[in-house]
């Protein structure tokens, strides 16, 4: 685990996830991360709790396949 200020592909290079967790980072900024992940094979995680509510986001890459159809296994 490493805590950055800002994200690089050489920040990317020794780890399989990125973890979003500032509500402050805008949206233009997120897509940019997310495309910098994707393009390292990088899974991105984006999280934002606002009280009781949270949000995630998650983007496992374009070769990520889901084989449970309907969700019941």
């Known amino acids: 685990m490493q805590v950055a200020d800002d994200v690089t592909a050489s920040l990317l290079h020794n780890h399989a996830a990125l973890v979003v967790c500032d509500k402050n980072v805008n949206l233009k900024r997120l897509i940019e991360v997310n495309e910098l992940c994707r393009e390292s094979r990088v899974s991105f995680f984006y999280a934002f709790t606002g009280g ?8 496992h890459g374009v070769g990520h396949v889901v084989n449970d159809a309907d969700g019941e296994r």
């Open 52 to 59: 009781v509510c949270l949000s995630l986001f998650v983007d």
